[in-house]
């Protein structure tokens, strides 16, 4: 379709309705056969659409408001009369676009066991537009099957009989009967599945063990209860482990010689696998004076896991590793990531390097991809190398601290500059690390110092991960990005008028970059509302995901952004080595020629749920590890900040160990608080408490399997005339209603 005008209104909403959530600006230019001088009016027009309400634009494309993408995530609810099964997108905006549609699931006869679903089931669907007001979707894989058990902890009665205590926190304080004749041989301490039997109107519920699934006694391991929860894939096959055990190490046919390069790995010092390392020196070039040599030389798993295969079929399964206190459950089993794929010092080990030309600027002038056989130098962790380059050398450092140490600072010196001019999102986020005892019991929680030694290897990976976007696209090679969309205008709204009750403005209209928000947080760096506005911008943003398209990565201020640097752990990373290896024809292992857009549209959807996935699995471990270390702390008072405001009362993170807790409605004050959403606070007539306060409360319940703390409040310093209760509120006492504003 080509033409030399610019298009009517009409034609534009007709064109993006014909081709809804595939096409942006430059698309529509080129359709209508908009010059260089007319783009600037196409722009307005769509600003002016978008404005209007009458198109979206999302990840860079442009479609009617209220539409779903081609992939979605979606819970079955049920079925039509004809018994078909009807499903609803998970993540819909009712408030902008009303009730979620209804997507038909249409079932090939040659449909495999994993695409078969069911009423209740979470999966992942391939949508069409059948009709004005019917949508189709195809299920690519199902994530979640129904919840049709319960999982809890057995707990042994004399008799033979036991209770259940549910893991779940939505489940607290409840338990089910577990007759003698239904144990199945659990013991007391077991972790296990039970199908409720009944749903009694008086006493407990009823219900038969149908599956052990570990002693937490014998295995002290808590990260039990997440991995059964989340239905994380734990145990290889006998087929994975034997195609891993059968692995030889690479040779040097078809790769180029780095092992003279004086490359080094730098990691926690507890990593087990090593997949990345890197190595600096001045550039020799007379047209770049100044300038660095950055190699990043990454471990060749594409070697090893050829696409296809078992070991390839179980990595894609887990997407990714899942990093627990006392276990990792890994994507590829350990003779492929703690052996053959691990950059181990001072012996030969097969990757895929990336040398980059960097100016005296900090700025990357040039770059190329390299099949190669290397030999680390030393292997280091981050307080080490600091302390190296700081003059506290010891005997593994003091050797390579001038001649390799003093070019890597000297060339991440030069990329910081650069990156501070790129301005990418700086959000102040300590993480929590928990420390365990022999036993497996938590030993202290500690909050790890951020070094230059972790900016210098993230700084040096983020330019590696750039470039590896940039040759694939440049090769026209699919591959998978990782991409952070741009704060959706709703949360945008909500945080101009959060920010406005501060007397902060953020700017109405132009192009939104990351550091309208880094001024923001720098006004407030050093103030009592410092954490309180951190923590609301960072819920402004989108979250990060993996897409086949490329629509940048907002909170790194990238246009082009891949994952590349952790192929052990990241399936994404294995799927962008292979678009590697295809794209400069550095073997057969590579992508296949037969990979398209659609197909890694579905291994991205499949991995970014595996993701989520993970997070929230750490996450629950990690609140039910700190649950048992307070256990024996009821009673005492603890420092915190409030992290969250919700009807149901007020979510604090305890500053000592970053635990989360509530602090129930009830255990506020003897008053009557209203819920604002908008202004994240919980006002009542004496006294106000939001986001961010610092607060001081007492420990009242703590459930080590639910991984549940509740508090009630005994201080906070900003809440003016707030009183302390140390007793219910007379029944019927009420907080005013949250809004019915959604905060998906």
């Known amino acids: 379709m080509k033409r030399t005008s610019l298009p009517s209104r009409e034609e534009l909403l007709a064109f993006i309705r014909e081709h809804a959530g595939k096409v942006g600006t430059r698309e529509i230019a080129r359709a209508f056969g908009a010059k260089n001088a007319d783009r600037a009016e196409l722009k307005r027009m769509l600003r002016e659409l978008a404005d209007g309400g009458h198109i979206e634009r999302h990840r860079k494309k ?79 894989k199902l994530i979640d099957r129904a919840k049709h058990r319960v999982l809890g902890i057995f707990r042994s ?41 009944r749903h009694g109107r008086l006493g407990l519920t009823a219900g038969s063990v149908v599956e052990r699934l570990g002693s937490l006694k014998s295995e002290r391991a808590v990260s039990l209860i997440a991995i059964h929860a989340h239905r994380i894939p734990h145990v290889f096959s006998n087929a994975v482990v034997a195609e891993a055990e059968a692995a030889r190490p690479a040779t040097l046919e078809g790769r180029e010689d780095w092992r003279d390069v004086a490359f080094v790995t730098i990691d926690p010092p507890d990593a087990k696998d090593h997949d990345d390392a890197v190595h600096a020196a001045p550039d020799p070039e007379l047209g770049n004076p100044g300038g660095h040599l950055v190699s990043v030389a990454i471990a060749d798993v594409a070697h090893y896991v050829r696409p296809d295969t078992a070991l390839d079929r179980a990595a894609a399964e887990r997407g990714n590793s899942v990093y627990f206190p006392d276990r990792v459950v890994p994507m590829l089993p350990e003779h492929i990531s703690n052996n053959l794929c691990s950059l181990r010092p001072h012996e030969d080990r097969p990757a895929l390097a990336v040398r980059m030309a960097i100016g005296a600027d900090g700025r990357k002038r040039s770059h190329t991809f390299h099949r190669v056989m290397i030999r680390s130098a030393a292997r280091l962790h981050y307080e080490q190398a600091q302390l190296a380059v700081s003059g506290r050398t010891d005997e593994v450092t003091g050797p390579i601290a001038d001649k390799i140490l003093a070019p890597l600072y000297a060339a991440y010196r030069a990329v910081r500059h650069a990156r501070d001019e790129r301005g990418p999102l700086d959000l102040e986020l300590p993480e929590r690390k928990i420390l365990l005892k022999s036993d497996g019991t938590v030993d202290r929680v500690i909050m790890p110092q951020r070094l230059e030694s972790h900016r210098l290897i993230e700084e040096f990976m983020i330019l590696a991960n750039v470039a590896a976007a940039e040759t694939c696209e440049r090769a026209r090679v699919p591959l998978i990005y990782r991409v952070h969309d741009e704060p959706s205008p709703e949360k945008l709204n909500a945080l101009r008028e959060f920010l406005a009750t501060l007397d902060i403005s953020l700017p109405k209209g132009g192009a939104l ?122 009673g005492a008072t603890f420092d915190g900040h409030i992290s969250g405001v919700t009807r149901a009362g007020l979510f604090v993170e305890l500053d000592e160990t970053g635990a989360d807790g509530l602090i129930p409605a009830r255990y506020i004050g003897d008053e009557y608080f209203r819920y604002n959403e908008g202004s994240h606070a919980f006002t009542g007539h004496s006294a106000t408490y939001r986001l961010g306060d610092p607060v001081t409360v007492e420990l009242v319940e703590a459930a080590p399997v639910a991984g549940a703390l509740r508090f009630r409040l005994v201080h906070s310093a900003r809440a003016a005339g707030a009183a302390p209760t140390r007793h219910k509120p007379p029944r019927g006492r009420k907080i005013a209603r949250r809004s019915n504003r959604s905060r998906r």
């Open 62 to 140: 442009l479609h009617r408001p209220g539409t779903l993408p081609q992939v979605v995530l979606a819970d079955i609810t049920g079925r039509d009369s004809d018994g078909e099964l009807l499903a609803r997108p998970t993540e819909w905006d009712e408030d902008a676009h009303g009730a979620p549609p209804v997507i038909r699931i249409t079932t090939s006869r040659r449909a495999r066991p994993g695409e078969i679903a069911g009423v209740g089931d979470r999966a992942l669907l391939r949508v069409e537009r059948t009709g004005d007001e019917e949508t189709s979707g195809r299920v690519i």
């Open 157 to 197: 009665l004399p008799g033979g009989a036991g209770r259940l205590v549910p893991i779940d926190k939505k489940q607290l304080g409840r338990e089910f009967a577990i007759g003698r004749d239904h144990t199945a041989g659990a013991e007391d301490g077991d972790l296990v599945a039970i199908e409720v039997a």
């Open 513 to 634: 970059r990351p550091d309208a928000f880094n001024r923001i947080l720098q006004r407030v760096k050093g103030h009592d509302n410092e954490r309180l506005v951190n923590q609301v911008v960072l819920r402004s943003q989108a979250q990060a995901e993996y897409s086949p398209e490329n629509f940048g990565h907002f909170g790194l201020n990238l246009r082009r952004y891949a994952h590349f640097t952790s192929p052990i752990r990241r399936y994404a990373d294995l799927i962008v080595h292979r678009a590697l290896i295809r794209s400069q024809k550095l073997g057969g292992d590579g992508l296949a020629d037969s990979t398209d857009v659609p197909a890694l549209a579905e291994v991205a959807a499949t991995i970014s749920a595996t993701e989520r996935r993970a997070m929230k699995a750490e996450r629950e471990t990690a609140d039910r590890l700190i649950a048992h270390f307070l256990a024996d702390r009821v």
